[in-house]
């Protein structure tokens, strides 16, 4: 090869000269050919490269590291943080390398929704009343609706009996409409922080709008209002947390785009959300509060066509047929819908005491938890309109005990004992003793 020829002194560095037939260059159109200059009386041969480019196979080809990707990686950060312990040194870490950056300050479940809920879990085939339907249905139209010049009601309060299904109807409702709510239930809304339940509400109302803002339907469940809001009776304790729970409900309803966190004062606007509440009755609870601007009220009362239509779902699958359905729910007019449930229930009472004296009251628990012989399960018993009658009449005579015998009102007003008249006498008895001594 030639001699190389070294770069006079005082250039920014002095290097080798390199001939072209020892050089190879991938140049463009637009590359141009080697241009000849003097350099402090030295002819030098400068080089021009043409810019390098990657071209990728195809579109769909992916780098080593796409997993680390924003929007690709679904690693749990927390986890890779304690996967570092023992390679940071002690001097870093604190408590001889124990407090330091390698521990996780929050675990995998922490990081999901506690309080979202599914319905995957109900199958198809249940009544939903169409009245129930339609007015929910168009409460949470209207809060995703921009009407002009109109104040929408933020709440829907559906209110009535007990046992009458209105959580359900609610859960079949949401179904129907392709909603995950975030739910809440009575027991949250007292703690014995104060302010903590008020701060939950808050903070459940925008991981609700947090969903909503990623383009899906929301809607904030709040079940049995009033038992955890509401006052019962003068003899109820109001407490700070009642009234914060009230005023946080009345806020969020006047300024459903601006709920802010506690100690957090930025203005900052987030999608609305419609909360829907249940609950028994809804005058114990703080009356502007429930005024009609804030809360758009349903009262829910079952129909003889509602009635019938929920008992067919609950026996759908006992081939009962609508005329034995109609029968049983003429029969006990004055029931609520989750008492055909629980006379359902009853059905079974005596295929478990045969399963029971089958399999020995002492080889019950094995039998029951983690058995290697899988779960039990049962012949479907027949169901007949006089079974049924007949279940059903029990299930009344004992609703007519607790309404007739009421022990804590002979208790409390003075002392009870056993005799001809006291409590202890058995059944029916007290009725033979009367007449003997008549006699």
Known sequence: PPPQQQ????????????????????SN??????????????????VNRAPLHVVAASKNQTGRWKAMDAGQDTSDDQMDIARGRGMVEDLFQGGQGQDGTANPIMTSSEYLSQARTTFNNIEDGFYISPAFLDKMTIHIAKNFMDLPKIKVPLILGIWGGKGQGKTFQCSLAYKKL???????????????NAGEPAKLI????????DLVRKGRMCSLFINDLDAGAGRMGGSTQYTVNNQMVNATLMNIADNPTNVQLPGVYKLEEIPRVPIVCTGNDFSTLYAPLIRDGRMDKYYWNPTREDRVGVCMGIFQEDQCSRADVEALVDM????????????????YDEQVRLF????????????????????????????TVDVLMKFGRGLTAEQENVKRVQLAEEYMSGASLAGETGSSMPLGEGAKKKVSLIK
Request: charged share 20%.
């Open 356 to 383: 029971i004296t089958s399999t020995g009251i002492e080889n019950l628990s094995k039998r029951l938890v983690n058995s290697k012989e899988g779960k039990v399960t049962f012949v479907k018993p027949v169901m």
């Open 7 to 26: 770069a006079p002194p005082g250039t920014a560095q002095s290097r080798p000269f390199i001939t072209s037939h020892r050089m190879q260059v991938l």
């Open 332 to 347: 006990f007019p004055g029931q609520s819908i989750d008492f055909f449930g629980a006379l359902r229930a009853r059905v």
């Open 178 to 192: 392709g909603i995950a709510p975030i739910v809440m239930s009575a027991g949250e809304l007292e703690s014995g």
């Open 29 to 46: 159109k637009n590359a141009t050919a080697g241009v000849s200059r003097k350099v402090a009386g030295t002819r030098v041969r400068a």
């Open 202 to 209: 808050r903070q459940r109302y925008r991981e609700a709008s």
